[in-house]
Every structure is written in C-alpha cells, then in structure tokens.
C-alpha cells in the first residue's frame, strides 16, 4: 500500500534557521490543504512559494481566512504575518518592471523570517544613471538580492560597485536568446565581478534563503 | 575528375564594397598558397584571417617576404598596407586583455580598407569608472565596436551611452558557464539597451565588415 | 516597503536617438497602464510592443481611444503616429508570409521615429527569382532589414547581393530543427556574406534601433 | 574469454547494394590490419573511410602498398580501384575550398561502386553568379550531392533551382556560431527548398552511399 | 507602405517537378484565405500542410466545400483529388500507431502528385518480428518513407534489410529524452546502415518531396 | 490505401515476462478504444499509461465501467486488477510529494503483474534523517526503485547505502535549471554510487519493468 | 592547512556488495600511487579504471610489477586476479569493433569481482542477422550488458528479444550528430522496447556494477 | 594606433574589499609579466590564478623568484604570502581526490587575502558516513565552500545540515552525462536544500570571494 503521509521537516528552522516552504507548483490541492492541516495541528506558521491564484482559490474557504496570499509574487503565509522592524540589512534590486514578482518572492520570504528588506525597483543598466544614483545606497547593506533578466548585465554592474555579498537571481524576462532566464543565468556565472553568487532562475525564495544563512553567520561570528 | 580550380570572388569589393577574404582555418597550407598565387596574378591586395603562426611559416618564403603578418590577430595582408589618415571614424572597445586578437582583427580588417580606427582597451564593467571616464569620446563615432567575453555586460553599458552603431562582437574569454562565447553571444542578444548589433563569436573581422557597410551607407546617402 | 514607483528612461531618446520602448510581454495589465499614464503626464508619444489582442482589450476604453493598435505586428502607439515623407531610406525584406509580423514590428517601430520604410515581402529562397528581380533595388537603401525563419538562406543571399547595412531578423517560422529561431539565428551569425549583423529572433524593433542608430550615424558624420 | 573475431558483413553488397566499409575513426592499427587481412582471405576489394595520414603510416609496409590512400579524403582502398566510365550520373558540389575533404569523401565512395561523378567546387551563396551560371548543368544529374557548412545557404539555393534529388552534407566549416557542423546540419534540414535529404555532418560517405540507393532504384524500376 | 501581395511560387513543379504547398502553421486565416485565393484565379490545385482542424473550420463556408481535408494529417486539398493508380512504387513504414499523423501527411502529398503508395503500420522494434515478416515486401519500392519516433531504431533496420532508398522522417512521439524528436532525428543522422536520408521532425511533406525527386531522376534516366 | 489494423504485440508477455502496455500520449480516442478491443476480443488484461482524465472521460460508458482508473498515475487496467501477496520484493522511494504521480505509476505496473510493492515517500536529502532512518529497510529488498526531481541528490544517497539494485526514475518536479527532468537525469547517470541504473524522466513504467526483469532473472537463476 | 589524507571507503564492498574503484581520470601520479599504497597496507585488491598507458607507465617499477594492466579497456587490477569458473551468468555484446574498450571495461570489472562473463562482439543492426543468430544464447543470462554507439539502435532490438535484465551501455562511437555518445544515449533511454535501463556514456564499470547487484539481488532472495 | 597600456582595477580591493586578480588562461606570457610590472611599480601583492605550469616556466627568472607558484592550484602570488592566524572562519570541503585542484584555488584566495581556512577533502556522498562524522565541525564556521563535480550530491547533502552559507563550486571531474562540469552546476542550482549559492564550474576564486564578501558583511554589521 502507498503511505500517503507526508514527511514534513518541521524542524528545519531549528537545525539551519531556516523553514521548510512548499513548492505548491506540481502539487496537487488536496496535498497543499493537508500539508497545511499538519502546519496547523503544530501550531507553525508555514509559507507556500509558487501558489497560482487559481490554485488559491481552489483552497477551503476556512484556510483561505487564515492565509495571507500576495498574487504578485504567489506566495502565502499561513499564520501570524510578521511586521519587520529596524534598518533593512538587506536590499533586492531588480532591473526592469517585469521582474516584480521575483523580487517580491525575496522580500515576503524575508519578512516571513522577520528580515527588514529595502525594495529598489526598475534600475537596469540600459539607463544607468538610475543604478550610479543609488551607488552610495547599495553599499550600505550585508546583502543585495539583484533580480535580473535578458542579459543579465546588473548583476555585474553592481557586483563591481558595492563590496556586500551580491546575490544574482535570473529571470526569464526576454524571449527568443533570453531562452527563459539561461541567458541570464549564465551572465551571472560568469559575472566579470568577483564573488557574486547565484540561485536558480526566478527563485526569489532561494536568494532570500541566502540572505538568512548569511545574517545567521553573522550571529555565529557575534557568539564566537 | 575534381577541378581544383578555386573560384575566388574578386570582384566582391566592387560589388559590394568589401573584398572577398580568406579564412585560411580548415584550409591546407597548399590551398592558401594557391589563393595568394591567384591575388598575384590579379595583382590584387588579399587579406588572410585565422592564419596561425605555424601555418605562417608553412609558406614559401618569397610569399613570406611579401606578407604583413600579425600574429596577436593572426591576420596577413598580401600586398601594401595601408596607412589610413584623417580622425577615427569607427572605434573599437575591448573589455580585457585577452579580447585583444579579436579587436586587433578587427582593426586590421579596417586598416586594409583603410579606414581609421581608435582602438580603446581593458574597460569592462567590473571596473565602471574605466568605461564612464570614455563616455563622451566614444560618443563621438560612427560605429563602436565592442569586443567581450564572458557575460558580455560592457554591450549593454556602451549600448545604453552612446548613439552611434554599437556592433557587438562575444568572444570566448571565460570558461564553464562562458561556454567558450556562447553566454556572451545571448548576451549580446539579448541587450537590453536597443540597437545592439551583433556578430558570431570571435568575428572580428565581421564587425569591421558591418562597419564598412556603414560608411558605405554614408556615402549612399551623401550621393542620394 | 516596496517603492511601486516606476523609473522610465524619458531621456533616452536625447541620449542615444532611440525613445525608451515598453515591452508589454511579462507585464500586467495595471503595469502596462502605469506606465502609459507617466507618458500622459509628460506628454511624451509612447511605442508599446508585445502587446497581446487580449492584454490591449483589457486597457481602459479612454486609453484604447488614444492608442492606435496594430494587431498584426502587436504594437501600439500612444499619441500622434507619424506618417514619413520623403523616400524610403530603409527597406524590410522578409522571406515568407508567416514573417509578416516581425516585418511590420521593424516597419511601425521605424515609422513612431518618423522614418520611411519600404516593405518587400514574400522573397525566399526557394523561389530565388523573386528576390533576383529585386536586386537592383534593395542595393538602393542604407539598410536592409531582411526578415526570415526555417534555414535563413536569404540572409546571405542578399548579404552577397548588397553594399548597404544587412541587419538579420531570424523568426520562429518552422518547426523540429528549426527550434523556433535558433536555426536561423545561428545562420544569420555563420553568413557567408561578410559583414551582416544580426539581432534577437524575433526582435523587429531592435532591428529598426539599429537602423535608426545607422541613419543617426549619418547625421553625426555630416556635422563631423 | 573475449571472443576477438571480427563479424564483418561481406554480404552487404550483395544484400542492399552497398559494400560494407570501415571507419576507421576509433579503431586500432591492429583492428584495422586485421579487417583488412578478413577480405585479404575473401579475396575482396574494401574500402575504409577516416583513416589519417598517421594511421596509414602505421600499417605493415605491404598493406601499404596495396592500398589507394588519399589523404585528403583520409579514405583508402583496397583492391583494384575503378575508374568509372561513362557520363556522371551524379554531381558533388561543394561551397568553399575548407569543404574539399568531404566532397573527396563522396567522390571516392562513388567511384569504389563504379559510378562516374561530376566534382564541381567553390559556388558558396556570397558569390551568387558562381552558382547561378551552373543552374543548367546541375539540373542533368539524377542526383547532386551539395557539402557545405556555415550557414548551409547553398543547399535552398540549389534545392530551388534543380529538380534531382538534392542530398546536403553539413560540414563543420566555421567557427562560433557554427558549431562544428550543427548549424549547417540544422539549415539543411529546414530547407526552404521542399525534398531536400540530409546525412550527418562530414558525412560524404552516408551522401554517396543514398546515392548508390538512388541509382539502384533506377534499375529496380527498370526491371520491374 | 506594405505591399500585401503574395508572391506565390506557382512555376515551381514546372521547374523543379514539385508544387509549391501552404505550410499553414504560422498564417492567419486572412493569409490561407488569399493564397487559396490566388490558385483558384490560376485554375490551379494545391495543397495545405498543418492546416489545423480549428483553421478549417475558420474559412469559408464556399472554400470549406471545395477543400478536401484530413483531420489526421491536417492535409487539405484545394481542387481535385487524384487517385493514383498501378502498383505502389513508394511505401511509407511507421513505427507505432502515434506516428500515423505524419506517415499519413507523406501519404497525401504523393497522392495529391499522383504517385501510388503503400502504407504499411505499427511495425516498431520492440516486436521485431513485425518488420521481419515485411522484409521482402519492403525491398520492392524504389523507396521507403519510414516514420519513427522514440529511438528511431526502425531506421537502421530496415536501412540494413532493403536495398531502396531509404528516408527517415522522425516524429515527436515519446517523452523526456525523446525531446520532441530531436533523439530519433539524431538517430536517423547516425544510421549504422549506410546511405539512409533524412528530413525535418514530422516532416511528412518533405519526405514525399524527396520521394518525387527519386522518381523524377528515374524519369531522367530514362529520358537520358 | 492505408492500413488501419493495429499490429499489437500481445506475445511480448510470453516472449519477454513484461505485457505490451499502451502508451495512451499521442495517441487519439478512436486509436485507444480501438485497441481496448482488440484485448477484449482476446480476452487479455491491458494496462494503458498516461491516459490523462479528460482522455478517459472521453471514452465510452461501456468501456469506463470495465476499466480501473487511477486519475494520480494517469494508468488505467482493463480486466482483473491483481491484489499481490506476500512481501514486497521491489520498494519505491520518492524524494517529495510532486514525485507522487511518477512514483505511483511504478506501483501500478507492478501490481499489474501481480508483484508486491513497498512504498516510501517524501525521503528527500534536504532532511537526510528521513532516509536515514529508512536504511536497514531499504536494504532488504531485491530492487529499490527511486524517484527523484531537482538535484536527484537521493539517487546517490541510497545507492551508497542499499546493495540491490537501484533503479533511479528522475521526474520534472522543480523549475529554471532542473530543465523539465533533464538535471535529475544528469545527476542519475553520473551518480558517485556505483552501479546505479537509469531510466527516461518520468518513466515509472519502465522502471518497473526493469525491476520485472530482474525477478525474472531471479527465476531463471532458480531454474538454472 | 589542506589535509592531503585520503578517506577510502574501503568497507564498500561489505556494505554493497561493489568494492570502491580508483577512477584514474583527473587525478596526478602521485594521488594514483597513494590510493594504491594504502590498498598495499590493507592487503586489500583493488580496481584502477580509465588508466591511460602514459599514466601507468609513470608508476613506480615496483607497483608495475604488481599490477595486472589491460591498455584496451584502460583497467588495472593490484592484487592477485581472479579467474571466475562456472557458466557465465552475465553476458556483454557490444556492437561494432569501436565498443571493445567500454565492453572489455565491463568484463574485467565483472571479473575483478568472481563474476564469469561471456563477451559477444560485433553485432550491429545494420546487419542483423547478426543478432538474430544469437537470439536463443542471449535469453539465457540474468543479465545482458548491451555496448553501443552511433544511433544505438541494438538496445531496442535485444531489449524487444531476450527477457533478462538489459543494461545498455551507449559509447562515444560515431561523429557530428552521434555528439560524442548522447544520441547513443538518448536512444537508450527512449528505448521502445520495456524495461530497458540505462548507465553513463563509456560507464563499462557501472554497467558491470549493476550486474553485480543483479546477482547480489538473487542471493538476496534464496536467503529470504 | 593600439593602446598597449593594461587599465588595472588596483582600487578595487578599497572599493569592494577584494583585490584584482589575474586570470591568466587567453593571456600571453607578455601580457602576464606586463601586469606583475603593474603591480611591482605600485607596490601591490597580486594573485594570478590559471596559470599553467608551462606558462610560469616562460616567466622572466627574476620574476619566478618573486612568486610563490602553486602548481595544484594553477595560483600564483606576487609579493608576501600571508600567513593567516586564528581559527578558520571558513571551510572547503571536496567530494573527490579529482577536485583538490579547485579546492586548494580556494584556499589561496583566501590565503591571500588574510582569512585562515580549514580543508576537508575526499567526503563524497557515495560513502555517507564520511560526511556524517564531519557534521558538527562543518556547523562551526560562517561560511562552507563545497567542491564536488559528477552529480553535484554533495552540496544537498551538506545545504541541509549545516546553517551557515553554503557555496557550492562545481566541478568538471566525470564523464559522459556529467558534460564538463554542467551537471553538478545545475545540481547546485537545485539542490534541494535552500539557500545554497552557487558560482561557476571551477570557480575556487569566485567561492572564496563570496566567502570574502560575507567576512565583510559581517564587519559592516559590526561597525552598523
């Protein structure tokens, strides 16, 4: 017989500081409301990545209540949304309109962790007085997620401009050569600035996640 | 039987204003020595590209003697070499030192049409003050041509400055994601500055062509 | 928080010749509007591409009133569309009748900048007489854009066949290992015809951009 | 035990028309010499195709003297070798000069069956009147057999203009975008000209061997 | 202005023996309309590939009744149908009963020129004994059309077992590494049975084409 | 004419140990209910794979009420369903619930041919300690058939644990680089425990009948 | 500072079944010999794969003495080696003359570990009467390593024939789209015939691994 | 004219916290003693990485005893090797012995720029227990440089245990599938485990400059 109970690895945080989150993508709704279900019986608050309107919808008008759901960047969080406080530690650039969602995933996965995030919209290097006027602005922060798509070439005007860790999320913005964020993607690999790091194409949850392990080695280097 | 006869186009540069050349890669040292003995014959100027050193050496040496060759472009020009006068109508701008064969192609392509050339060296993005302190002068040509490996993010910088033609050429400088000039080829492509023209990887002599192509099209208009 | 507020490049067009375009494609519809209104505010004429049936249907009814909407070629025009005078000083070139689109993107982006522009359809190779009985006049314009799918023969065809500018627009026409574009981008790269220069598949505006940055480039060359 | 005998299938001939030949890319010295001792012993003529200078040096001295090598081809054979009479029933055209070994290739593959073939170079697109003064003599063969690589523009050139069986052989000529061979490989076969047949790249032995089944489909009808 | 007119190629079977067909993927209903237009002006038939069952429905009423289209292939013919008679000289092999859309579009573009076929299905690897029981059967045709997706493994089979002209036409069928067809193409390109041809993924059409130049080079044999 | 009769193998059981199953992808209604028939008329069981809801939907009442459906897997058996006993001799592992479907159409095979089968779900590497604490179970088994997307990290993990065979199933679960299956199947292929065994993306089926094999082999040894 | 020690998993063959093997590929003389030296300390045999002759011959004369070198299959066997006895249980055919090395890899592995093995050379589809006379001998193994490269149209053809375990091995055999033995592999993986599993391209070792836990397997089930 | 003189980024190190270097693969051995003149006129410590053995063998002999050359690491540093002191805030761990190359790029990176790290090498994902036994340590620092190539399990296997940033460096080790280190690049972007960052194949100097980023990361948030 199948064993249809799901393995939830509630204890992530605790082990690497970071919460297990649910790729709703590929997945059907009666898996999600039960993964839920076993969010809610623990008393955790959960947040759900890739989570289309339609499948949104699709939930029991109870849960729907109790989910904070943002259609632009499809996520939700199921429990108590936190309310960051403080000066942003990390910023999430983006180059054009179209990679809103993107940056938007980074920034409700950080909040979700209590991370305090600076959004700086629409600086791609087509018109690049925009990124030069925020030079000052981006140097000031342990991280900067830079979302970019087409070619990709903020990731390395940025990389040689702010000495923080830069962290590269492709999108697919673009068609034909853009072939859905590869182009982008292998800008970023190959970025003629040192040290810039890079996640998967369109995962904003990703880089955030690298956020955390990198205010977490802060804390570590603060007890050491 | 095979006819060994080689039809070369000579009457290309009449026709379209550039003159047929020979791309001596995959070509045996007999075959180049043939095409040169018919240039003579004409008593036409030729210009050799890809020619490696050692295949150089393979000619005869009374060719040898009256060949300009360059080794850093592997470029040969049978017959006088130009010495184009008057200020630079098309610029070449490389991102680092090792594009330096593949704009020195380039330069030489145009030389032996003899147009005037500034060639402008090691500004890529990593270091953007190299780049903006050129800013105004590149403004100042008819065509640009960029030379690039690796992300290819200097495409997008100068396209988004300058007005004139910007001609891309993506080279192999990199390794792993750069796939020997494939990311810096999309990336070219993918501009997201509008305009950007590009050429296959490595083709300098490509982009000297387009230029070509370009003050042609001036004297159109000056005739029209 | 997030800053909503977009940063169009309003100055691009005093920059570099070439009016910042809104590429429609990965946008929603409220972006699109945005965006549309920083236009209004400006007065200042706006070209939209990618922009779908469905997605200009979804536009307010006032904006659709002021737009004029081109469903062949999916662009848009906010404000006064010119009508160009004078010859044409640009052809566009396109092999078959599936290319019509990208041809008439190249055609309008062209004519929003005030430019004359001759239309040449239907000249693929198969048929090599069709683009024969041309020749005389395609090798009477500054540039040629020749658009074309499947194995872009045409691109070299006429690149051997004219002394203007040959910018190569590959298009998705074709299937299998035509791999929607990527055959005849990778032709348009290989031409045998020295000195073509190529851009996205697909992409007839970025095409018309380097076009205008060519007639642009005349204008430099006559003050110079 | 590793059985060491060679399954070499002599009946092929007989069987489908074609001799078994042997590649002798990947293959031994040893492997070679003992393949060609099995038709030694059958008292059969053989052909071997990839056989480089350096492995040709490297067989016994008396096989060399009774082996036709060509190195240009790298085919060799064994045996008496024919001399086709008779008016070419197939044609080899090749773009450029780098193409020769492949259409060497074809040629000797030919000739091994007894079919006399008409070789006829250097008729690449960028020269459009080369091709085009052959147009009438290429339309007389049953079938033409057109190796080039780049951008592979010859195979719809002469798939338009000729009603024979047009077999296009990719080759890796080019650099960059070429691919070794891919991109011509891929034109060929989204042709624009309808009925044209591929074979892989380099592959001038696969071409003349569809040819000998071309020609052997003669005879069936014939008989039939 | 653009100039709506179709140069349609209506020489072409005069020249080349085969008609120039509509390849309807990629045309609006406007352009089918017009070009069906321009034949029934011409009094001349013709033939539409990839005519989706939805674009059909989409045309007139009148045109619907003067077409004769199959859902199968998504083949229409305007005009009169011919009926091939006397015994079949080209056979068309599939493999599985998910490759019948293709072998059946080869099917109806030898009819539609008046050639006689045999159609002979499901005879995949995996039972071998199918194509066994075929063998003597399949060596009567001057050729074969064979269509297979997945491996493609049937290509090599029966290019070992006949003696014809073989043409391999890979489809689409299967998933995964199957990528669409690209593997059986790739399969077909490296036939360890010598002289097999091929054309395009799902190239039904051009496999029929290629089927029309082996005859017609029959033809011009006999006539020589 | 063409030949519609379906050429089904049903001796593959009795030649091979595994029945001939459809693959209902690409395949229309009328073909499908067709060869339902044609096991009805031999009164032979069938499986049929990847048969999506709306296509079962589709089929007649008649037929719906005589065949077992599973909407997860998408498999469908026609005739007796199996209930094996005994212990389970194969296990299926599945790195997260989107494998699920994958997973399931491996049991589903395997019930059919009336092995038992163990499943073990959601034992991704994320949480090592979930594999972990399965590893003296997963031992005892003659084949594990894992099923893993993404990075296929548990294809290496459990082959460095367990010494039966393991089959490794990768699956399209995640997006951007794991490229619809193909990194997971990269990373089965060159996985670092030796010995792993690999079949196409998504291919359950296959798997299992992988695993029919080796019982099979089992037997023969029995009998040896 | 970099702790040169190297961690062997010398107890793999207690916990799997399949003692760990030194790929030779990508590491220096000096780490060869170390590997070696620790095997000599622990009186334990060992297994060196993709050894080339240059490297081994670079080894001490006094490690040379102790090593049993194969050059064809590139294996090296320190320690005494075994001779299995009994009837093969597992069989290796391979294709062509060019699949020795990769075949021989598998049986020299085999053998390293007590396994007999029957080696079946030269069997390649283009003639297949080839396999077919070997139809009844290869029924009777547990297992069939299959080696092939080019199209690999043998793996379907002996997974459609025998009913044992078919591991199919695809190797690099072949040029231009045979790409260095993807296509080999891509047709492996969609074998049309079931059950077919699938190691990495050249992975002579890991197919004769997997037989290995084919057997292991067997015991597995007379203990149980 | 060209401009010879090399425009160096000597601020960089002050700007972004990391120093210039070298990549010394596409240079000539000009070039390279030009720069190390650079930086000896300057005053400045420089690293080179990529610099074959050959290469530092043609350096001036004044030049090779100022430079401290590690031939493993292909690294070269010009001026004082520091010797850094503490305990290692930073550890590499490799999968294989065939990966200490990459490793030890990492580990004079970060040499060079003052940072002590700790090497864990040869505890690949095949033999588990390797790995499990370093677990407490590897939690210990802020940052973890993963080397690996073939399937690229190790960076899941380490992502999900430890909290600190984990930088995931592919490596081109394997063959076959493993195409050159993209297989484990993609493994690496996505790994299962969240948050893993990733840079190039075979990038130890873009790791180690990440690593140097989030050391600077953590003191902009002391100084904060």
Redesign the interface.
């Not at 697919?172 to 182009?183: C, D, I, L, Q, V």
């Given at each position: 017989?199948?064993?249809?109970?799901?393995?939830?690895?509630f204890?992530?945080r605790e082990?690497?500081?970071?919460a297990?989150?649910v790729?709703c993508?590929?997945?059907t709704g009666a898996?999600i409301e039960h993964?839920i279900g076993l969010a809610e019986k623990r008393k955790q608050p959960l947040l759900l990545t890739?989570l289309r309107p339609r499948a949104f919808s699709g939930l029991s008008e109870r849960l729907r209540g109790r989910i904070d759901f943002d259609p632009v960047s499809r996520t939700a969080i199921y429990g108590p949304v936190p309310v960051p406080s403080g000066?942003a530690?990390v910023a999430v650039a983006s180059?054009?309109?179209?990679d809103?969602a993107v940056?938007?995933e980074a920034?409700r996965t950080l909040a979700f962790h209590g991370v305090a995030t600076e959004?700086?919209?629409?600086?791609?290097?087509?018109?690049?007085w925009?990124v030069m006027e925020r030079r000052e602005q981006l140097n000031?922060y342990?991280?900067v997620i830079v979302v970019a798509g087409?070619?990709?070439?903020l990731?390395?005007?940025i990389?040689?401009?702010?000495?923080?860790?830069?962290?590269a999320v492709?999108t697919?913005?673009?068609?034909?050569?853009?072939?859905?964020?590869?182009?982008a993607?292998?800008?970023?690999?190959?970025?003629?600035?040192?040290?810039?790091?890079?996640?998967?194409?369109?995962?904003g949850?990703?880089a955030?996640?690298?956020?955390?392990?990198?205010l977490?080695?802060?804390a570590?280097?603060?007890r050491g």
């Open positions: 017989m199948i064993q249809q109970e799901v393995k939830f690895d204890d992530r082990r690497i500081g970071i297990e989150a790729l993508a590929g997945k898996q993964i890739r000066p530690q180059a054009g309109t179209s809103a940056a938007r920034f959004v700086i919209m629409d600086i791609g290097v087509a018109g690049l925009r000031g342990r991280a087409m070619d990709g070439a990731f390395s005007v990389g040689g401009l702010v000495g923080g860790v830069v962290i492709p697919a913005t673009g068609y034909g050569a853009a072939r859905r964020g590869k182009t993607l292998h800008s970023a690999l190959t970025s003629c600035a040192p040290g810039v790091v890079v996640v998967n194409v369109g995962n949850f990703g955030a996640c690298a956020a955390l392990r990198i977490r080695a802060d570590v280097a603060a």
